[in-house]
């Protein structure tokens, strides 16, 4: 029987990490937790610390909440048991992001601020202002303009000593290869083959889909592990002509 994480208790867990994560934190002030923020890799939730509006995100073992509740990591029990070692490690998946917000910040790059980071949970100060996305569905003729003002901020990225900084932080668990595995090795992959296609094809259509789609991933979940990170492209170059602006 595949062990299922229940999304309620789950949250529970979550929201009470963050709440004693920031009392360690910010011992004496006032916390009271907003609403909870939409995401796949992790519990985000809204936080008022002493007045001051902070995001918290606590992660489960570095892994998806999809990945937890599907029982991937073994049972509620034991997540739990493990992740009170985990939330502590300096290598820990929220502690290496916290490293790479703050290098990146002290780039020049304007990512959201590290407000503090303790028992699995890492605090950030909310970042103002529309996104891309609105820009350009509020004025799309300047699509070409936008992109060319992104790539420009991300050229902070290519100064050797921010690369090196975020790259003694990186965060592997996100990579192709880590996520590939995690999502089609063990229960949790059975599960996602088990129910590919159930909304939209006949069951016989859908069983036959299912055959094929393990037998084309087989041999890559069966690969060495890094094996897709050996193939990796070099670093993005700065391009030595001008790009071309949309119309």
């Not at 606590?58 to 049972?75: E, I």
């Not at 003002?149 to 050229?155: I, P």
């Amino acid at each position: 029987m595949i062990p299922v994480v229940d999304a309620t208790a789950l949250s529970g867990f979550c929201a009470d990490q963050i709440q004693h994560s920031a009392a360690s934190l910010w011992p004496g002030e006032q916390t009271v937790l907003g609403a909870h923020a939409p995401s796949v890799t992790g519990y985000v939730q809204q936080i008022d610390v002493g007045g001051r509006p902070l995001f918290a995100k606590h992660s489960l073992l570095g892994v998806s909440l999809v990945s937890v509740m599907r029982g991937s990591c073994g049972s509620w029990e034991k997540v739990k048991a493990e992740q009170t070692a985990y939330g502590t490690s300096p290598t820990s998946l929220l502690a290496r992001e916290a490293a790479q917000l703050d290098a990146l910040a002290a780039g020049g790059l304007a990512v959201a601020r590290t407000a503090g980071c303790g028992g699995g949970v890492l605090f950030t100060e909310p970042v103002t202002g529309p996104t891309l996305a609105d820009l350009v569905f509020k004025s799309p003729e300047r699509t070409g303009e936008l992109l060319g003002r992104t790539l420009g901020a991300l050229q902070v990225l290519q100064r050797p000593v921010v690369a090196e900084q975020a790259d003694r932080s990186a965060i592997t668990e996100r990579g192709v290869d880590a996520t590939f595995r995690r999502k089609f090795n063990g229960i949790s992959g059975r599960a996602y083959l088990d129910q590919l296609g159930g909304a939209r094809l006949e069951e016989r259509m859908r069983h036959g889909v299912a055959i094929v789609v393990r037998q084309v991933i087989a041999p890559a979940a069966q690969a060495p592990p890094g094996a897709a990170d050996r193939h990796r492209p070099s670093p993005v170059r700065r391009p030595q002509t001008r790009a071309r602006t949309l119309p």
